[in-house]
């Protein structure tokens, strides 16, 4: 449970934090710790350099981008959870942030950390996909905007290069549309056994437009596609059917937590229990 040895440099900027990237050993960002500790503990990740970002001034806190919300990579999930913008705006990331691990950890952690970090059973990913978000990444040479849609990969793997940091993350409003975070899991505090986020647009009796995010059913977070097709345009009373489908493409996997099968089953029941609850809102 201790750590290989490693170099530590503080970043004073951002710019500061990507020479560093560029001219120090197999270098890793160091943003609130609470994804990367817990992996040098275990020997899953062996940087040489820790570059340490959580003092750069100026990453961090909501502002309003007019048709978005701009957040910074170091704000906090604490800060998601109780901020006046994300609330009235993004009442689904303030709502999930709330339920991310437990309170020191959402005092720590950063949503910058979250999304670079690429972990499928993780909640922000999931609902930063399911936002269409988007997030902006500074390198050496560049700045540029990444989908949330093409910015997970794979297992723990994101469209990230190794010498790039993410600085902000644009979250669209999510204005007068119904929303719901269902986060199965078995104890509080823990990961999301299987997680369902929607945000659903419906007029009379009639669902125009819903998007379903999945935590922990495969290897990124994924958007339920056969389920958002079906209730695109369905009378509400369709739900049931299509949240039959919200499994479909995934590859959940089995753990100590669940079997796949059972995470499967998950889906399809808490999809529904979401379209339902986002309706109701
Ligand atoms: C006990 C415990 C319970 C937890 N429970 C949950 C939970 O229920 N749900 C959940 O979603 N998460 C949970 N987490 C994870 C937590 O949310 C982390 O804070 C978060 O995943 C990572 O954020 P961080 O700021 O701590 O990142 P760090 O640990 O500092 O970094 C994580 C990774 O991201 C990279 N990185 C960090 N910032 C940037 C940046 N700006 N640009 C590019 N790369 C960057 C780092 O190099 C590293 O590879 C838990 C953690 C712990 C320890």
Request: glycine share 10%; net charge negative.
């Given at each position: 449970?201790?750590?290989a040895a490693f170099d530590y440099e ?10 560093l990237l560029g001219s120090t050993e197999d270098p890793k ?17 062996r940087p040489a350099t820790l570059i ?110 190794p ?119």
């Amino acid at each position: 449970m201790i750590p290989a040895a490693f170099d530590y440099e503080v970043a004073e900027s951002v710019e500061h934090a990507i020479e560093l990237l560029g001219s120090t050993e197999d270098p890793k960002l160091l943003a609130g710790g609470h994804s990367l500790l817990p992996f040098m503990k275990f020997r899953l990740a062996r940087p040489a350099t820790l570059i340490d970002i959580g003092r750069i001034s100026g990453l961090s806190g909501v502002s309003d981008g007019g048709e978005h919300l701009a957040i910074g990579a170091l704000t906090r999930h604490h800060d998601l959870n109780h901020d006046p913008l994300v609330k009235e705006h993004c009442p689904l990331l303030a709502y999930a942030a709330g339920l991310v691990g437990d309170s020191q950890v959402r005092h720590r952690g950063t949503i910058g950390g979250s999304l670079a970090h690429g972990d499928s059973a993780a909640d922000l990913p999931t609902i930063a996909l399911t936002l269409d978000a988007e997030i902006v990444v500074r390198g050496p040479d560049r700045e540029r905007t990444i989908a949330a849609t093409d910015f997970f990969r794979g297992f723990y793997e994101t469209a990230l290069e190794p010498n790039e940091a993410i600085v902000e993350v644009r979250v669209p409003k999510t204005g007068a549309a119904g929303w719901s975070y269902i986060k199965f899991r078995r104890r509080a505090l823990d990961w999301a056994t299987v997680g369902i986020a929607t945000v659903v647009e419906a007029g009379n009796g009639t669902i125009e437009s819903a998007r379903i995010g999945l935590t922990n059913m495969g290897q990124t977070p994924l958007r339920a596609a056969a389920t958002e097709q079906a209730l695109a345009g369905a009378a509400r009373d369709r739900v049931a059917e299509a949240t039959a489908r919200a499994d479909e493409g995934t590859e959940p996997p089995s753990d100590v937590s669940a079997s796949s099968d059972f995470r499967r089953h998950l889906c399809r029941v808490l999809t529904a229990r979401a379209v339902e609850e986002a309706l109701s809102r």
